[in-house]
């Protein structure tokens, strides 16, 4: 073989990050460089592939990269051409599938691909047989490190990250009104996989209670799935015997000891006016974050102005007039108030894909930040709050148009 791989990413990568293959072509000549191709024209052929089970494996690109006379190797970062985005877990009642609103596949937030390659030489440049590289499993998001640190527990991994900058685990602080997801990366391929949510509730008075909430049989196949995980999404006010003080979520598959994610809760004061927040964290999942202080909402609205040809004086018909008309309507929401190592982890909205969820009347619309925060933390406090102002993420031509609850 004339071309192959000497340095490859991770199995496993975040889609933000770079996908680097190195590939080294034989097709030189020399003892030392600069070497001297054997061919003219000569590249390395590269076509980058998505696969897809039980149908065609998709052509996302194909490039022509020259090789390096010092190295014989060519460098190809595929990462820009693989398309993934956050998945919203479903909000819509399936009367078909009541389990559809507790658990589902988050199909846009992961992807498997390949390459195939060769050299490529000639007038035209033209490919010789390619090769095939193994599968390298890539989910959306991002990791400060080149190759992440995916901790890949029985059967799967939690694509959340509420640790601190100890590396220390934290309880997510929510009210019991909140809903709330957490994602997970399921290692294993089967056609018929049962996932068990274990919930331990700690009481006020310090007692706990161990409940099985239920069970989802989901495909697998080294994919991403979603679980509901909020305090009325499962249901924990008819199956508490006095008041919650924190409850812990297990998500494992059944017959497994050990759980895949682990996730912990403390239930937080309720406000009249809290309003939810869904975010994607970077890892492959969406959060939600109760934005619990007073809202301001605002209409923006924009113009140009034009001067017209005047013919005859009219009060009616002006000579000046107004032109792109639009207008939207912003939003300042404050979290309330919280630890720093919390209001850390919330600095993730400012990077994130949002959506505001009306939960009464049970849909998302996305939004996006309308300001650049400052000053979320300050020495020698104990408790900070993180304020951000969001506007619709289109344009109304016209306001009364049908009701939507902004500031339900």
Partial sequence: MAVSIVSNPNPYCFSLNPMIFEIESTLFSGASAPYTPDEDNLYCYVEIYQKVNGGDDVLLASKNIPYSKYTKTAKVDIHSVIDLAPTLPNLTPDLGNPDALFAGTASDSYMTVYIKYA???????????????????????????????????????????????????????????????????????????????????????????????????????????????????????????????????????????????????????????????????????????????????????????????WKDFDYE?????????????????????????????????????????????????QIILSNDIKNILQDDVVLHTLEIRIRDAWDDFAKNNFYHKWLA
């Fill in 317 to 365: 018909v002006a000579q000046m007039d107004n032109i792109a008309v639009r207008g939207h309507e912003e939003l300042d929401l404050s979290s309330g108030w919280y630890d720093e190592v919390y209001i850390r982890h919330l600095s993730q909205l400012l990077l994130a894909k949002l959506w505001l969820f009306d939960s009464e009347l049970g849909f998302t619309r």
């Fill in 119 to 309: 050299d490529s030489y000639g007038t035209p440049s033209t490919p010789d047989t390619l090769s095939t590289s193994g599968d390298y499993y890539v989910i959306y998001g991002y990791s400060k490190s080149q190759i992440p640190n995916i901790p890949f527990l029985a059967g799967g991994t939690e694509l959340h990250a509420y640790i601190d900058k100890n590396g220390d685990t934290f309880a997510k602080p929510v009210t019991k009104s909140t809903p709330d997801w957490v994602y997970v990366l399921a290692m294993q391929s089967n056609p018929a996989v049962r996932f068990q949510l274990d919930v331990t509730v700690t009481y006020t008075d310090g007692t706990t209670e161990d409940f099985t909430i239920d069970t989802y049989t989901m495909d697998t196949d080294q994919s991403v799935h979603w679980f509901a995980t909020g305090y009325t999404q499962l249901g924990l006010e008819a199956l508490a015997a006095s008041e919650i003080y924190s409850y812990q979520v297990k998500i494992r598959e059944q017959g497994e000891v050990s759980a895949m994610a682990t996730v912990n809760y403390i239930l937080d004061a309720e406000t009249p006016w809290e309003r939810y927040v869904i975010y994607d964290n970077g890892l492959g999942g969406v959060e939600t974050v109760c934005m619990k202080g007073k809202a301001m909402a605002d209409m923006v609205a924009e113009r140009s102005d034009i001067k017209k040809t």
